[in-house]
């Protein structure tokens, strides 16, 4: 009996080292690693590091106020008030860094308006959606509504 508890825990412990040296190979070495305030990080401690060295892409929505009042003040009263101006426009540090050279393009497909608009049951009544295949007969949505208030029409019509 004691022949099999001693082959029993040489097993175990066998395991537990195994485990402990593939461990060793597999799990980055600042996983898991102390912050300045001793608590404990449950990531790659060098991500974050990596990370911060990135290019910077997206700029803010109140960047693009600095030098487009009238839009913002405008967007932030309609529908999209909620959304990032590089929701639609797309990233924009580029732009508010250099506005004269550097111009994001617009996409004024019927796909962008899709990704929100498209009917989908689990959204709320009251969101704004479409079957968008019936809607429009085939045109942009931008030739009908104003992407900043989409409830008015080109024209002044409202919804």
């Known amino acids: 009996m004691r022949r099999i508890h001693a082959k029993a825990l040489t097993l175990y412990l066998s395991a537990i080292l195994i485990f402990l040296i593939v461990r060793s190979f597999i799990v980055p ?11 404990y990080r449950w990531f790659r401690g060098d991500s974050v590091r990596e990370i911060m ?13 600095d030098c487009h009042k009238e839009r913002y003040d ?11 101006c590089e929701t639609c426009h ?13 111009h994001p393009t617009v ?14 049951p689990t959204r709320p009544a009251d969101f704004p959606q479409k079957f968008t295949d019936e809607h429009g007969y085939g045109r942009k949505c931008v030739e009908c509504h104003d992407p900043h208030s989409p409830w008015v029409f080109k024209g002044g019509v409202q919804e």
């Open 90 to 102: 797309g990233p924009s540090m580029k732009h508010a860094e250099n506005p004269k050279t550097y």
């Open 53 to 65: 060295q990135l290019e910077m892409k997206f700029a803010t929505k109140e960047m693009c106020a």
């Open 107 to 120: 996409d004024t497909t019927r796909e962008l308006c899709k990704l929100c608009h498209e009917y989908n």
């Open 74 to 84: 405008f967007l932030e009263n309609g529908a999209h008030r909620t959304l990032s």
């Open 29 to 39: 070495p600042t996983f898991g690693e102390f912050t300045d305030d001793y608590t």
